[in-house]
């Protein structure tokens, strides 16, 4: 029987990841937000440093400062899933290591992201 | 068809890696992956501390003192490099995806603006703010 699908449509979803061009897109978005992000988040860790404990939770509980390391954390948690997806499926290329691995890191960058997120805005609402 | 295997032909291989001298570019991509793999452990430092500030005083006491020790302070400072590296080499990233700077002599003056300039801003950012 003939294919009547289109070249693109029989090349799509058969890259490494089965996926298409969404993470490299969203790599390259993460990457020119994260430049100014990390630096925000910089100014904040130098702003931290020989504060004393009240000092750094008050620092931590302003709202431009929460906003800005959701947002950041949000911006680096896809921004190294993609990162860490890609040395994945260079290096690994035996089926069930590289499913795992890439299951592996989606938990890790996820679970970094929640805890992190829960920390700031645990000491947002508690001041 | 016959159930024997026709033999592997001799096609020409791709040089791999092993056979090209080392260039600047080709350490500072290799730099680029290798920060990006530090940073995404350097992720669990950054959420220590912030669970630390939120679970209260004594767990702050103890990432201070964690991180407050020379091996501590080693991390600290690699990840500080990590990050400005891998920052800069970003923006790099970032001039050749809108399609400059691909062809010499510029992909060597970036390169050795990223190391440099990676270096640099590290140093200077421990001299300046660092409680010596």
Same mark, same amino acid.
């Given at each position: ?7 693109? #449509? ?22 020119? +937000?994260?430049?100014?992000? $990390?630096?925000?988040? $910089?100014?904040?860790? *130098? ?11 008050? +620092? @931590? ?6 906003? @800005?390391?959701? +947002? #950041?954390? +949000? ?36 679970? $970094? ?6 920390? $700031? *805005?645990? *000491?947002?609402?508690?001041? | 068809?016959?159930? &024997? ?61 964690v991180f407050g020790s020379v091996p501590g302070l080693v991390v600290l400072f690699g990840l500080t490099w990590a990050v400005l590296h891998h920052a800069l080499g970003g923006i790099r990233h ?29 140093? &200077? ?8």
């Open positions: 029987m003939e294919d009547f699908r289109t070249p693109t #449509a029989r090349a799509r979803g058969l890259g490494a990841a089965r996926g298409g061009t969404r993470d490299f897109w969203y790599q390259r978005v993460t990457s020119a +937000l994260g430049v100014l992000l $990390i630096t925000g988040a $910089i100014i904040v860790v *130098i702003d931290s440093i020989g504060a004393d404990y009240d000092d750094v939770r008050a +620092l @931590l509980s302003n709202p431009v400062v929460v906003a @800005l390391l959701l +947002l #950041a954390l +949000l911006n680096f948690c896809i921004h190294m899933r993609i990162g860490m997806q890609v040395i994945i499926e260079d290096y690994v290329h035996q089926p069930m290591a590289k499913v795992l691995l890439l299951i592996v890191n989606a938990g890790f960058s996820t679970v $970094i992201g929640v805890v992190g997120a829960v920390a $700031i *805005i645990k *000491i947002a609402f508690s001041g | 068809m016959t159930g &024997t295997a026709a033999p592997t032909p001799r096609i020409p291989i791709a040089p791999h890696m092993q056979v090209y001298r080392p260039t600047l570019t080709m350490v500072m991509s290799i730099m680029h992956r290798l920060t990006g793999t530090a940073l995404y452990a350097g992720t669990v430092v950054f959420v220590w501390w912030l669970v630390a500030v939120a679970a209260g005083r004594v767990a702050y006491e103890t990432f201070l003192d970032l001039i050749w995806d809108v399609g400059r700077a691909h062809t010499y002599p510029w992909r060597e003056y970036l390169a050795r603006a990223n190391l440099i300039g990676s270096l640099t801003l590290s140093a &200077t950012l421990w001299v300046v703010f660092y409680p010596w």
